[in-house]
């Protein structure tokens, strides 16, 4: 069983960037067929999709996000890693990182949520 954990810091000012990492055990960032997805939940709002790296490398994001949104993997470490520029207030949200089947879209396993706060 796949397991997922995010981290990074809770607190970030705006206009910087906003840094998270989801550590994988129990399977392989470049061997299981998945793409390693991150998706945000606002405060009283809806999940969001932010994008994914799969295990090729590719990596795929949300139009509304992407020009503030990378994604990018440390293979040595079986993790992978979030970063989203020029953050706003708006930006505040519990981040997840997960895994989500290519072929269905389905996401099965999920980190436990960090939550980040944009403010000065």
């Known amino acids: 069983q796949v397991q997922l954990q995010e981290s990074g810091p809770g607190l970030v000012k705006p206009s910087q960037t906003l840094s998270l990492t989801c550590t994988v055990s129990g399977g392989s960032i470049t061997t299981n067929y998945y793409y390693w997805s991150w998706i945000r939940q606002p405060p009283g709002k809806g999940l969001e999709w932010i994008g994914y790296i799969a295990y090729s490398g590719s990596t795929y994001y949300n139009p509304s996000l992407k020009s503030r949104t990378s994604i990018s993997r440390d293979t040595s470490k079986n993790q992978f890693t979030l970063q989203l520029n020029s953050v706003t207030p708006e930006d505040t949200a519990v981040y997840y990182c997960?895994?989500?089947?290519?072929?269905?879209?389905?996401?099965?396993?999920w980190g436990q949520g960090t939550q980040v706060t944009v403010s000065s």
């Open positions: 997960a895994t989500q089947e290519p072929n269905s879209g389905d996401f099965g396993s």
